[in-house]
C-alpha cells in the first residue's frame, strides 16, 4: 500500500515538475505538453489514475489559466486515467488520453481563447498524439521491462 502511494505521489511530482520545466510549451492552445506521456501508466500501474490527477490539478493550479483549466483538465485527466486503467490490454489505453483531450480540453480552451474549436481539437489531438505515441508508448514498454505484471 505504502509503495502505491508513493508512487502515486511520484507520478503527481514528475507530471508538475515536467510542465513547469517546460512551461512555454505546456499551456495554451498550441501546446506540446510532454509530462501527458504519463497519462498512459495507468496501463502498468493503477496507482497513476491518483497520481495523474493531483499532478494535473497541481499544475494547472499554478498555470494561471484558471477554475476552468484546474477542475475541467483534472476531471478530464481522471476520466482518460480511468478509462486506461480499464481497458489496460486494448488500444483505447492509449486512445483515451488523445481523445478526451482533443475534444474535452477544447471545449474550454475555446472560451478562453475565443478561438474556433475544431482548430483546437486538431491542434490538442495532434499534440497529444505526438507525445502519447512518441513517449508514452516506449515509456511503458520500458517499464513492462522492470516492473513486470506480476509486481503491480
Avoid: C
Wanted: hydrophobic content about 55%; proline content about 7%; aromatic content about 14%.
Amino acid at each position: 500500500m505504502s509503495q502505491r502511494l508513493a508512487r502515486a505521489g511520484l507520478i503527481a511530482a514528475i507530471y508538475v515538475v515536467l510542465v513547469f520545466v517546460l512551461r512555454p510549451f505546456s499551456f495554451g492552445p498550441i501546446q506540446l505538453r510532454v509530462a501527458e506521456a504519463l497519462t498512459v501508466l495507468p496501463i502498468l500501474f493503477p496507482e497513476a489514475v491518483g497520481g495523474l490527477y493531483v499532478g494535473v490539478l497541481a499544475a494547472n493550479i499554478l498555470g494561471g489559466l484558471g477554475p476552468w483549466d484546474i477542475f475541467g483538465g483534472s476531471a478530464v485527466t481522471l476520466l482518460a486515467a480511468y478509462v486506461t486503467l480499464r481497458y489496460r490490454n486494448s488500444w483505447l489505453a492509449y486512445a483515451s488520453p488523445i481523445v478526451f483531450n482533443a475534444f474535452l480540453i477544447s471545449l474550454y480552451l475555446h472560451f478562453i481563447f475565443e478561438l474556433p474549436y475544431w482548430t483546437l481539437v486538431l491542434s490538442i489531438g495532434i499534440s497529444q498524439t505526438v507525445i502519447v505515441l512518441g513517449l508514452g508508448v516506449p515509456l511503458v514498454r520500458l517499464l513492462r521491462k522492470h516492473y513486470p505484471p506480476r509486481h503491480q
